[in-house]
Nanobody, 122 residues
Framework: QVQLAESGGGTVQAGGSLRLSCVASSRTFCMAWFRQVPGKKREGVAVISDRQPHYADSVKGRFTISQDDAKTTLYLQMNNLKYEDTGMYYC????????????????????WGKGTLVTVSS
């Protein structure tokens, strides 16, 4: 089992920035960020492995996913935040290379954190 703990959420005005963090209890093959708003399906935001990071079209150019050298802490730098970025942000980790390389959001995520809330005010 891998435990994941997110932090860094909060309330910010549109156009502002936030940095989310996620600490994993052990290293996995890839890590990712997802988000969800009430009444909507969870959507993938960004995933990072040993290849080029993959981003959802809605966040390209504004969000950056990264990891520390130990590959156990995941970050999401969010710039130029928009109202529609509001939601609960979840950290996910996966131990299967095929899932990580697929860039298919439903396939990614063996382990999940409890989430951190991001609210963007307009």
């Amino acid at each position: 089992q891998v435990q994941l703990a997110e932090s860094g959420g909060g309330t910010v005005q549109a156009g502002g920035s936030l940095r989310l963090s996620c600490v994993a209890s052990s290293r996995t093959f890839c890590m990712a960020w997802f988000r969800q708003v009430p009444g909507k399906k969870r959507e993938g935001v960004a995933v990072i492995s040993d290849r080029q990071p993959h981003y959802a079209d809605s966040v390209k150019g504004r969000f950056t996913i990264s990891q520390d050298d130990a590959k156990t802490t995941l970050y999401l730098q969010m710039n130029n935040l928009k109202y529609e970025d509001t939601g609960m942000y979840y950290c996910a980790a996966d131990v299967h290379p095929a899932d990580c390389y697929s860039n298919s959001w439903p396939d990614i995520g063996d382990y999940w954190g409890k989430g951190t809330l991001v609210t963007v005010s307009s």
